[in-house]
């Protein structure tokens, strides 16, 4: 089966960066869009942003402009950075993984990683 791990979660103030990173290992033939989702206490989960293996993203527009998605594809490894952390970004961020060619969300889910913004 599939692993997606995540890590870098954490507390942070507001204003702070943490950055995110998973990877997909495991029985993978090939792995296409990547990202992130995310969901807050009493909220749904949401899309954050994803990346295709050709380079192409996407932002929800609550973070847009703060956060920066990228990935490795040799490593099948996608990163998030976050910058300039206010407290509505607190959550548990999932990651995510789509076999190639497959609708999104994919399959292949992340267990989770708190992020807490707080003073």
């Known amino acids: 089966q599939v692993q997606v791990v995540e890590s870098g979660g954490g507390l942070v103030q507001p204003g702070g960066s943490l950055r995110l990173s998973c990877t997909a290992s495991?029985?993978?033939?090939?792995?296409?869009?990547m990202g992130w989702y995310r969901q807050a206490p009493g909220k749904q989960r949401e899309l954050v942003a994803r990346i295709t293996s050709g380079g192409s993203t996407n932002y929800a527009d609550s973070v847009k402009g703060r956060f920066t998605i990228s990935r490795d594809n040799a490593k099948n490894t996608v990163y998030l950075q976050m910058n300039s952390l206010k407290p509505e970004d607190t959550a548990v961020y999932y990651c995510?993984?789509?076999?190639?060619?497959?609708?999104?969300?994919?399959?292949?889910w992340g267990q989770g990683t708190q992020v807490t913004v707080s003073s």
């Open positions: 995510n993984a789509a076999k190639y060619g497959s609708t999104w969300p994919g399959n292949y």
């Open positions: 495991g029985s993978i033939y090939s792995i296409g869009v």
